[in-house]
């Protein structure tokens, strides 16, 4: 299993680009996250999916908008990036099935995003 | 705002030395994690511990926390060069529920 993960490792954006990240799974988990993070600082949560279907805004949302396109596979995207934008962008997991649940999240290895 | 803060945000350790990491945090929780993060890459889940347990163990690791005082600590015994890391708590305030990451410890363990 390869786990999570995201494409491109890296990409360099001019104001006002747009761009997809791309994140996949292959652990059959119903939950899916994006975080950035930003230097010297923890993960904030952007959006999640609980399950396939559904998205939720998270702790960081604006700017960013998300598609859960099947269970496997969560994007992300910049409709219209901003320096502010410029980050590390990790993907994650989690089994949600009822009756196997676990707290755990699974990351992937991140996109690091720059906007000049 | 952050949920959990670690202290110290860097520490600095000669190989075989221990190694102990803290963690505060705000509200009331249902569990709380521990992950790792080597440079350049994501994130690795280390140990969850639930409210209504004081300590866990995993090889190396031990892990306490205290719901009076909203704190946690992870210990790292015996530490090798390879634990040279930065390491976050995340907290959930319900079974399932977001994860709230702290700054994390920057660990260098010297050879």
């Known amino acids: 299993n390869a786990g999570v993960t995201q494409t491109p490792k890296f990409q360099v954006l001019k104001t006002g680009q747009s761009m997809t990240l791309q994140c996949a799974q292959d652990?059959?988990?119903?939950?899916m996250y994006w975080y950035r993070q930003d230097p010297g600082m923890g993960l904030r949560l952007i959006y999640y999916?609980?399950?396939?279907?559904?998205?939720d805004k998270g702790e960081v949302p604006n700017g960013y908008n998300v598609s859960r396109l099947n269970k496997r596979e969560f994007s992300l995207r910049l409709e219209s990036a901003a320096p502010s934008q410029t980050s590390v962008y990790f993907c994650?997991?989690?089994?949600?099935?009822?009756?196997?649940?676990?707290?755990?999240?699974?990351f992937g290895p991140g996109t690091r995003l720059t906007v000049l | 705002s952050q949920q959990g803060e670690e202290d110290p945000q860097a520490l600095s350790i000669q190989e075989g030395e221990n190694a102990t990491m803290n963690c505060s945090y705000k509200?009331?929780?249902?569990?709380l994690q521990w992950y790792r993060q080597n440079s350049g890459r994501g994130l690795v889940h280390l140990i969850l511990?639930?409210?209504?347990?004081r300590e866990k163990h995993s090889g190396r690791l031990r892990v306490t926390l205290d719901t009076s005082k909203k704190s946690s600590s992870l210990l790292i015994t015996a530490s090798r060069a390879a634990d040279t890391a930065s390491y976050f708590c995340a907290t959930a305030l319900n079974a399932g529920n977001m994860l709230t990451f702290g700054g994390g410890t920057r660990l260098m363990v010297k050879p």
């Open positions: 994650a997991s989690r089994k949600s099935h009822w009756g196997q649940a676990t707290d755990t999240q699974y």
């Open positions: 511990i639930r409210s209504n347990e």
């Open positions: 509200t009331s929780i249902n569990n």
């Open positions: 999916s609980a399950s396939e279907g559904t998205t």
């Open positions: 652990m059959n988990h119903n939950s």
